[in-house]
C-alpha cells in the first residue's frame, strides 16, 4: 500500500514545496485579504446598524457573526478553485501534458494530488497570518467588536476542522474536473471564466449565504460550493449542531464524491480523444 502510494506522496510534497516559497505572493494576499476584509466589515456594520438598530437581532446572524464570518472567509481565500493547475494549462498548450499520460500512476489521483498540495500551500500561511492579525492582533489593540472570535466550543472546532478538510477536498476535485476540460478544450480559459464568479459567489464569500432572500436559502445550501466555505464557517460560528451538523458534512462528502466520480469519467472519455499539440 505504501509502495504504491509513494509517487503521488511524492507529487505532494514537491508541489507543497513548491508553492511554500512564494513568501512574498502570501504576504501580499495576506494584506490584501486584510483590507478586503476591513472594507466588508465596515458595510456590515453600517447595514446592521440601519436595518436592525446596530445588534442584528432580527438578522440570521448577529453582527459579531457576520465579522467572523468575514474574517474566516478571508482567511480561507485560496480554499476556492480559483483555475486549473497553471503547470497542466501550460503543459497543455506546449504538448508536454503528453509526458503526464506515460507516468506509471493513474492520472486523477496524481493531478489531485498535486491540486490538493498547491491549495494548502497556499492557504496554510494566508490563514494563519489571517488567525494572527484578525484573532489576536486585533483584541489586543482594543478592537475586539471588530475582531474574528473563536468557536463557541471544541466540538464546533473539530466539527470545523472536519469540514474544511472536506472543503479541501472537493476544490481539489473540482480543479482536477478543470484540468480535464482545458486538456479536452485546449484552453483555460473557458473553464477558469466559469468557476470564479460561482465559487465567489455561491460559497458565501461575496456575501455570507444566510443573508440572501429566503426564498433561496434551500437551494444556496445545497449546491456543493456551500461546503468550500459557507458550512465550515457555520460550523465555526457553532449554529451546526446534532443532526444538522451531520447532514452537513454529509452533503459536503456526498459532493465529494460526485464531482470526483465525474471527474474519472470525464478523464477517461477525454484520453480516448485526446490531441496533443505543440512539440
Do not use: K
Amino acid at each position: 500500500m505504501m509502495q504504491a502510494a509513494t509517487p503521488y506522496l511524492a507529487a505532494f510534497r514537491a508541489r507543497w514545496r513548491t508553492t511554500l516559497r512564494y513568501r512574498a505572493a502570501a504576504l501580499a494576499g495576506f494584506v490584501t485579504q486584510c483590507w478586503w476584509g476591513a472594507i466588508n466589515i465596515m458595510i456590515y456594520a453600517a447595514f446592521y446598524r440601519m436595518a436592525h438598530g446596530g445588534d442584528g437581532a432580527a438578522a440570521p446572524f448577529a453582527l459579531h457573526q457576520t465579522i467572523t464570518y468575514v474574517w474566516i472567509m478571508q482567511a480561507t481565500l485560496a480554499l476556492m478553485p480559483w483555475g486549473c493547475d497553471p503547470d497542466i494549462a501550460d503543459a497543455v498548450r506546449g504538448g508536454a501534458v503528453a509526458h503526464d499520460l506515460l507516468r506509471p500512476v493513474d492520472l486523477w489521483w496524481w493531478w489531485f494530488c498535486r491540486a490538493t498540495a498547491r491549495i494548502l500551500g497556499r492557504l496554510v500561511p494566508r490563514a494563519l497570518l489571517m488567525l494572527a492579525f484578525a484573532g489576536l492582533l486585533l483584541p489586543r489593540a482594543g478592537l475586539g467588536a471588530w475582531a474574528l472570535h473563536p468557536p463557541p466550543s471544541i466540538a464546533d472546532a473539530a466539527l470545523f476542522a472536519v469540514s474544511i478538510l472536506l472543503g479541501l477536498a472537493l476544490s481539489a476535485c473540482i480543479v482536477v474536473l478543470l484540468n480535464i476540460v482545458t486538456v479536452r478544450t485546449l484552453s483555460p480559459a473557458g473553464g477558469n471564466a466559469v468557476i470564479t464568479p460561482l465559487a465567489l459567489i455561491l460559497s458565501g464569500n461575496m456575501l455570507p449565504l444566510a443573508l440572501f432572500p429566503g426564498a433561496f436559502q434551500t437551494v444556496l445550501i445545497l449546491q456543493p460550493f456551500a461546503g468550500l466555505g459557507d458550512l465550515p464557517c457555520r460550523f465555526w460560528l457553532g449554529t451546526l449542531h446534532g443532526g444538522r451538523a451531520i447532514l452537513a458534512l454529509g452533503q459536503q462528502a456526498a459532493w465529494l464524491a460526485a464531482v470526483a466520480v465525474a471527474g474519472r469519467a470525464a478523464l477517461r472519455r477525454t484520453l480516448h480523444r485526446l490531441e496533443i499539440q505543440g512539440g
